[in-house]
């Protein structure tokens, strides 16, 4: 009978694989259209849920999970956050902003600790992880945790960036989905002469350059102001 990690880890990849096909979707469809919504709820709920089953496995298996645990954390507040920057116009949205860029505050300063400490190791690996990756996922929650700052004491927010935030914050929670599927821990799953093509990586770069082209057509247009409540 499978164990409670197991079963955590399958329903972590399974959600991971949903977030990663349904983002997919939501990303290539047009904006505002009922296949883009659809898609970016379902994405919500499947990546939301599989950062959550990620932090939870790092924390308990953090011999061999624990950056996930970081990682988990940091998808969990971007889809979050990307949700609110949607509704930033509505009654109380301000304090989860707050909560949430508290959270990327202190997982960022953990992430950086954990990244010095293992240059301070014999091989610059901490429980399997180079000091780089640390590093990496400290700077996405770094610039999460300033951009949920802007959003918080910012006077005025036209819809351009609104729609701007929410996108970044999506395609790099889609990112580390990705991340994970193809060249993370997900993988292993692919014979090993796939994973030594480089092919795997294609995803990643297919999702930054559509990211950079939606942010363009985004913030190209006028923009119009919406008040803080």
């Given at each position: 009978m499978p164990t409670p990690d197991i079963i955590a880890l399958i329903a972590h990849v399974?959600?991971?694989?949903l977030a990663v096909i349904v983002g997919a979707i939501a990303l290539a469809s047009r904006k505002g259209r009922k296949v883009h919504t659809?898609?970016?709820?379902?994405?919500?709920?499947?990546?939301?849920?599989a950062s959550v089953l990620g932090a939870v496995l790092g924390a308990l298996k953090y011999e061999t999970f624990w950056i996930t645990f970081h990682a988990g954390i940091l998808g969990a507040t971007l889809v979050s956050s990307g949700v609110?920057?949607?509704r930033i116009h509505a009654h109380g949205i301000k304090k989860w902003f707050i909560a949430?860029?508290?959270l990327n505050f202190l997982n960022a300063f953990s992430l950086f600790i954990a990244g010095w400490y293992a240059t301070t190791l014999p091989n610059a690996y901490l429980f399997g992880f180079a000091a780089e990756d640390y590093f990496f996922l400290f700077g996405m929650a770094a610039i999460a945790g300033v951009g949920d700052i802007r959003m918080i004491f910012g006077a005025q927010i036209s819809n351009r960036q609104r729609i701007a935030q929410h996108l970044l914050r999506m395609c790099i929670g889609f990112f580390i989905a990705a991340g994970s599927a193809f060249t993370g821990p997900g993988a292993s799953a692919f014979p090993e002469v796939v994973q030594n093509s480089g092919i795997l990586s294609l995803p990643e770069l297919a999702i930054i350059i559509?990211?950079?082209f939606w942010?363009?057509?985004?913030?190209r247009r006028r923009p119009t102001l919406v008040a803080r409540q």
């Open positions: 399974t959600l991971g694989t659809n898609a970016g709820r379902v994405f919500v709920v499947s990546m939301g849920a609110l920057a949607v949430v860029a508290g559509l990211m950079l942010l363009w057509k985004t913030l």
